[in-house]
């Protein structure tokens, strides 16, 4: 689908989407559970909606509402084929807990989901002796377990999710587990993971973030769980506020573990004008100076932050390329294709993104099925000198489905 967003000027109160990653963890934390848990906020984007399609391929009674899902976990394995869409953290939290049935499994996926490397997980089942096969390091898996503990050392440098996965899958093993993970990045993550392990009655010994402690037989405990808003999601209002006008977004926790609420420090440097309340944040058009940014531990920040440095007068650097890899799309390339197709120079140098502010032109652009780039055009759209034609918009659904409804709902002139 091609959506067109013309210039606007925005104003408006909006409220922040509900964290997917939030959503996925506490669907899997309600799967090992025994009873029922309600998830309250959830985010019914496309990723969560894989997660409840896998939670119930695993034996759980998953009750979709408006407002709150209901999860009875503790049931037996009904579908041996679980698919995971496009979801990253789908493949990497899920293939642990897959290998706690003793049946075989196969786990696949769609879209640019079929392109990223799954090695990682082999090697790391394989640690603990359970059966997982690869084709030829991609999708499909094929793993039989059952994952009864142990220990493993994984690489943390690409990605935390599948750390996640065995923090998840680990405590309900029989036997104790130690996992030695090497250059971890992406920190808060983990400890987003370990908050919602701690909710569910679960506990995991985080020495410094190299090395986590297990123990073994334990209960997750059914809940009620709220989730949050979703900082990567409000990261691209807040920068259309910036960009465009006044915008005053809702449900941002200041106490949040997620990684992008960074997206504040970026803005501050980039001197925007921010009002920060206790529940909503306000950001309002200024003069934008150029900034530098290290976005190491937050790489979904890049995409907004890349219409952010747009808009700001000279050269802006915002470091953590590397972590851009394997993600929806070779994001580093990406940005820098399309941006410069609206006359916006980005330049890769290293680890490091280089963003020659300017003048912003009106054009036709690609999301490459990528929803944070669709989002971020969207967003760099709202102040063009001309109408901009973004590709494949219908990828937002992968984590904000109602992204384009909320600029509209804030005057911005989108059409399709």
Known sequence: ??????????????????????????????????????????????????????????????????????????????????????????????????????????????????????????????????????NNGFLPLTIKGPLTGGECEIDGSISSQLLTGLLMALPVAEKDSVIKVNDLKSRPYIDMTIQVLDKFGIKVINDNYSRFIIPGNQKYNAMRFNVESDWSGGAFLLIAGAIAGEITVEGLRSDSRQSDKAVLSALDRAGARMSI??????????????????????????????????????????????????????????????????????????????????????????????????????TAALGASDKVTIKDSHCVGKSYPGFFDDLKKMGAGVYE
């Open 1 to 134: 689908m091609e959506r067109i967003v013309a210039p606007s000027k925005i104003k408006g109160i909006v409220k922040a989407p509900a964290s997917k990653s939030m959503t996925q963890r506490a669907i899997a934390a309600a799967l090992l559970a025994s009873g029922e848990s309600t998830i309250m906020n959830p985010s019914y984007c496309d990723d969560s909606l894989a997660a409840m399609s896998i939670a119930a391929g695993l034996g759980a009674r998953v009750k979709p509402g408006t407002s709150e899902m209901t999860i009875a976990g503790g049931g037996e394995l009904r579908e041996h084929k679980l698919n995971c869409g496009e979801s990253g953290l789908a493949i990497r939290m899920f293939s642990p807990i897959a290998a706690l049935y003793p049946e075989e499994i196969f786990v696949t996926g769609a879209g640019s989901l079929k392109n990223r490397p799954m090695t990682m997980i082999e090697d790391a089942l394989r640690q603990f002796n359970v059966v997982c096969t690869s």
């Open 277 to 378: 309340g206790e529940n909503s944040i306000t950001v309002s058009r200024s003069d934008l100076k150029a900034f530098e940014f290290d976005s190491t531990e937050s790489p979904d920040l890049f995409p907004p932050l890349i219409a952010l440095a747009s808009y700001c007068k000279g050269v802006s650097g915002i470091k953590g390329v590397k972590r851009l890899i394997y993600k929806e799309s070779n994001r580093a390339a990406v940005l820098a294709e399309e941006f410069g197709k609206l006359n916006i120079k980005v330049e890769l140098s290293n680890d490091y993104m280089i963003v020659n502010g300017g003048k912003v032109d009106g054009g036709k652009v690609n999301s490459h099925e990528d929803h944070r780039i669709a989002m971020a055009l969207a």
